[in-house]
């Protein structure tokens, strides 16, 4: 993710200065010292390690751009400061992914395309399909569906080649998610599988949570208002296209969305109503480095990847010269 700013900021012609999130600061000294072995010259890329004091400090400095990557919250902040101080910013923020699943759908090819859609990464990708709504004729089939594949998931150690749903990122992380589901469930939300950590005792200290489906649930849960950085998918039926559609743009944010149906006129239809910055048909997490990637409303501002990407790192300028007569 960082190379979305760093590689396309130097092609274009810029000095960079790199702060990795203080949750994943060894994999990006990583990633940056293998720039460093290509023969980048020297100050072109500098790497600042620490955490939000230190990325709240280099923004005061006399800078022309910010690219970030992290939560709606600390975007808005930065764009704060950014305009105060006149100069750009491009923000890759949240996201509460809705998928739609219509019951002419193909459910077998559509449930191993969710399911990695939701879990990848232990549910901790920012277009992870966080809102699946599901044709009521196929509604008690889908969760069924759910329910029998999470059972075969494995919890544990990122180190065992076995496991699919690893650790979350943080405690912090961890206690956020308890909140939500607590929520969902205080409100009369129905836990249908998962909801708690692990009981496995060799999973006790890490910041550990079962993969989780909820059901029964209501326009007031943190479940649908707030983004779930977590393996918890809420699955919530509709009977009608009008209706899903409007379910689906009831958030703040609009990063990416999924449908899933055999008639590709209906999902071309209702991929153009929704309110999202990539809307995928019979697919997921649809990435390509050709195609601009960025959200709507508080899911971010500017693009990345493509020929727009690209621009984003630059500025235009006319130089108009009279020749000598």
Same mark, same amino acid.
């Given at each position: 993710m960082a190379n979305s700013?760093?590689?396309?900021?130097?092609?274009? +012609?810029?000095?960079?200065?790199?702060?990795?999130?203080?949750?994943? *600061?060894?994999?990006?000294?990583?990633?940056?010292?293998?720039?460093?072995? =290509?023969g980048l010259p020297e100050g072109i890329l500098n790497v600042i390690i620490g955490g939000g004091e230190v990325g709240s400090f280099l %923004?005061?400095?006399? %800078?022309?751009?910010?690219w970030f990557t992290g939560?709606?919250?600390?975007?808005?902040?930065?764009?704060?400061?950014?305009?105060?101080? @006149?100069?750009?910013?491009?923000?890759?923020?949240?996201?509460?992914?809705?998928?739609?699943?219509?019951?002419?759908?193909?459910?077998? *090819? =559509?449930?191993? #395309?969710?399911?990695?859609?939701?879990?990848?990464?232990? +549910?901790?990708v920012c277009t992870a399909v966080k809102r699946l709504f599901v044709e009521r004729k196929v509604y008690k089939k889908t969760v069924q569906l759910f329910i029998k594949r999470l059972k075969k998931v494995k919890v544990g150690s990122p180190q065992d080649e076995s496991t699919e749903i690893g650790p979350l990122v943080s405690q912090k992380q961890l206690q956020v998610?308890?909140?939500?589901? +607590?929520?969902?469930? *205080?409100?009369?939300?129905?836990?249908?599988? +998962?909801?708690?950590?692990? &009981?496995?005792? &060799?999973?006790?200290?890490g910041n550990y949570f079962e993969p989780t489906v909820i059901t029964n649930i209501k326009p #007031?849960?943190?479940?649908?208002?707030?983004?779930?950085?977590?393996?918890v998918l809420p699955i919530i039926p509709f009977e009608t296209e009008e209706e899903v559609i409007g379910l689906a743009n009831k958030t703040e944010y609009g990063l990416s969305a999924e449908i899933y149906t055999t008639d590709l006129k209906k999902g071309e239809r209702v991929a153009k109503r929704?309110?999202?910055?990539?809307?995928?048909? #019979?697919?997921?997490?649809?990435?390509?480095?050709?195609?601009?990637?960025?959200?709507?409303?508080? *899911?971010?501002?500017?693009?990345?990847?493509?020929? %727009?990407?690209?621009?984003? @790192?630059?500025?235009?300028?006319?130089?108009?010269?009279?020749?000598?007569?």
């Open positions: 700013g760093i590689v396309p900021a130097i092609i274009a +012609g810029n000095t960079v200065v790199f702060k990795p999130s203080e949750y994943t *600061s060894l994999t990006q000294k990583m990633l940056a010292d293998l720039l460093f072995q =290509t %923004i005061d400095q006399p %800078i022309d751009l910010v939560s709606t919250k600390v975007g808005q902040e930065i764009y704060a400061k950014c305009g105060r101080k @006149f100069v750009k910013s491009l923000l890759e923020m949240g996201g509460s992914s809705p998928a739609v699943v219509f019951s002419d759908a193909d459910l077998n *090819s =559509t449930m191993d #395309n969710l399911f990695w859609a939701r879990f990848l990464n232990c +549910g901790q998610l308890e909140i939500q589901v +607590g929520d969902a469930v *205080s409100k009369g939300a129905k836990m249908e599988i +998962g909801g708690r950590r692990p &009981k496995d005792k &060799k999973l006790a200290k #007031n849960m943190k479940v649908l208002s707030e983004e779930v950085f977590g393996p929704i309110q999202a910055g990539t809307v995928a048909v #019979n697919t997921d997490n649809f990435f390509k480095p050709e195609c601009p990637f960025g959200g709507f409303k508080k *899911s971010g501002m500017g693009k990345e990847y493509g020929e %727009i990407g690209m621009k984003e @790192f630059t500025q235009v300028k006319v130089l108009a010269v009279v020749k000598n007569k």
